[in-house]
């Protein structure tokens, strides 16, 4: 089945609705349906669609919508992602990779009656997709350009860049540093900085004092970098740099050594 072209995607309350046009093969499909197919599990939920009469000698339009806090049975759709396919009488197609072009890609966020966002957006692969709950999930790597000691300000500085060009730009950036023995996060604020590639990210991590909270403390901590779009955490396990950091520091009367692993593992920051 050709890829169903999309021309509306919208909310209304907490319904989501779509409208489109499928290419018209033998008359009008006898079978139409709206799939949200569970990411990370293997639910698959079915709404019903519907195809008005041809708009043309070769297109149909059809119409969907979901209903977000009466989804499963009169209970709001559970968190996670959630892909949107159209079936037509014997196949499924993912919806939006042939879309108007005057459709808005930005990420559309809505927030159910327990405050629960839920978002509608675009994938990297240009298909539809939900995100319920806003949590944060695993979209890949990034490789650090270099982790480099400041010696000023005692602080570790892990520096990278993002091709996300033509992509919706993220607005935050936290580098959250996971202790491997008891799961500890250490989160710092990494800015951003648009070009034309992409976006430059840095991280400074404090290593014998911070502002706020303490600085990085003893263990074996794993990078990763988390982006805030709208209503959206995408997180990539950074990749170790070249060139690995290693030096000592003085911090409460001891003295401390911190180093860093090199490419191509990933990046993690011992404090020793």
Known sequence: MRDPFLTEIGWADGTIRLAGRLKREAGVPRHIELLLRERDGDRVLRFPATAGPPEAAERVR??????????????????????????????????????????????????????????????????????VGGASHTAGTTTAHAVEWNVRDEELVVTGHLAVRGATMPVSATLALREHDTGRVYEVIAMLDADA????????????????????????????????????????????????????????????????????????????
């Open 62 to 131: 059809f119409e969907a919508e979901v209903d977000v806090p009466s989804a499963m049975d009169g209970r709001a759709l559970p968190c996670g992602l959630w892909d949107l396919e159209l079936a037509v009488d014997e196949g499924a197609t993912p919806l939006g990779r042939d879309r108007d072009p005057a459709i808005d890609v930005s990420p559309r966020r809505h927030f159910l009656a327990d405050s629960t966002t839920v978002t509608v957006y675009f994938t990297v692969h240009g298909t539809l997709a939900l995100d």
């Open 197 to 272: 590639e992409g976006l430059a990210y840095r991280a400074d991590i404090p290593m014998t004092r911070a502002l706020i909270d303490d600085p990085l403390p003893r263990g074996s901590w794993d990078a990763y970098l988390v982006l805030g779009f709208s209503g959206l955490h995408r997180e990539l396990r950074v990749q170790a740099a070249e060139r690995a950091a290693t030096t000592r520091v003085w911090r409460r009367l001891r003295h401390l050594r911190i180093s860093t692993t090199r490419s191509p593992e990933p990046l993690t920051i011992r404090v020793s």
